[in-house]
């Protein structure tokens, strides 16, 4: 793999996980619809991926949306205005939280010269989110969608982050989970990207052949 002199990451699934396989779980229990985990980390994985090729992420309905993919992967019959009544009963212990690889694979790409930036669409909670994780301090640069107008995959949040990274295209690299916000808006501005996808599992109708790795830990002997 070629040399780069910026690395760009998203965040949430990237550099922070939550708890809502946990959360969802504990609603379906209630429903007297225990299922096992891995069957909910299976559903919430492919409910992850057809939110994001829906784009529905940070719509206003896109909770209940996901709440709908979620139990349709899932195989069980519950309406969804059940379960989100079940599910409401849990949601104050949700909470995003860093992986426990993140911080020493930014601080080994670090020590290898990268520069490190954060590239996500995302509310003006982030900041508090990775400062609490001691995440934020990490980065040489900090791009959020509600900071500064734009969401990816628009080109123009690209172009934003490359120039507060001072690098041209060809020598930055994004880093993220989501295709169609991270590799199709990089493409945009002939950026190069990596796709976090952990068991290759829910897309399979992406056009891709860069490098798809499980979690930004494999990045130690990738780069």
């Given at each position: 793999?070629?040399?780069?002199?910026?690395?760009?990451?998203?965040?949430?699934?990237?550099?922070?996980?939550n708890?809502?396989?946990e959360?969802?779980?504990f609603?379906?229990?209630?429903?007297?619809?225990?299922?096992?985990?891995?069957?909910?980390?299976?559903?919430?994985?492919?409910?992850?991926?057809?939110?994001?090729?829906?784009?529905?992420?940070?719509?206003?309905?896109?909770?209940?949306?996901?709440?709908?993919?979620?139990?349709?992967?899932?195989?069980?019959?519950?309406?969804?205005?059940?379960?989100?009544?079940?599910?409401?009963?849990?949601?104050?212990?949700?909470?995003?939280?860093?992986?426990?690889?993140?911080?020493?694979?930014l601080?080994?790409?670090?020590?290898?010269?990268?520069?490190?930036?954060?590239?996500?669409?995302?509310?003006?909670?982030?900041?508090?989110?990775?400062?609490?994780?001691?995440?934020?301090?990490?980065?040489?640069?900090?791009v959020?969608s509600?900071?500064?107008?734009y969401?990816?995959?628009?080109?123009?949040?690209?172009?934003?982050?490359?120039?507060?990274?001072?690098?041209?295209?060809?020598?930055?690299?994004?880093?993220?989970?989501?295709?169609?916000?991270?590799?199709?808006?990089?493409?945009?501005?002939?950026?190069?990207?990596?796709?976090?996808?952990?068991?290759?599992?829910?897309?399979?109708e992406?056009?891709?052949?860069?490098p798809?790795?499980?979690?930004?830990?494999?990045?130690?002997?990738?780069l």
């Open positions: 793999m070629k040399k780069y002199k910026f690395i760009y990451f998203d965040a949430g699934l990237t550099l922070i996980k708890n809502h396989e959360l969802f779980s609603a379906l229990e209630d429903l007297g619809l225990k299922r096992s985990s891995d069957d909910i980390k299976r559903a919430y994985h492919l409910a992850n991926k057809a939110a994001m090729r829906e784009g529905i992420l940070h719509k206003s309905d896109g909770g209940r949306r996901f709440a709908f993919f979620f139990l349709s992967f899932l195989g069980v019959s519950c309406s969804l205005d059940d379960f989100n009544n079940a599910y409401v009963k849990y949601k104050d212990r949700f909470f995003w939280a860093s992986y426990p690889f993140t911080k020493d694979t601080s080994d790409l670090k020590k290898k010269e990268y520069g490190i930036g954060l590239l996500s669409n995302w509310d003006r909670s982030l900041r508090r989110i990775l400062e609490k994780e001691g995440i934020l301090k990490m980065m040489d640069e900090v959020i509600s900071e500064v107008g969401e990816k995959p628009d080109e123009k949040i690209f172009s934003i982050a490359l120039e507060k990274a001072a690098v041209k295209a060809e020598e930055a690299l994004l880093v993220g989970d989501n295709y169609y916000d991270d590799v199709l808006g990089a493409r945009k501005v002939n950026m190069d990207a990596i796709l976090i996808n952990p068991g290759q599992l829910g897309i399979e992406i056009d891709f052949d860069g798809i790795i499980s979690s930004i830990e494999t990045l130690r002997k990738l």
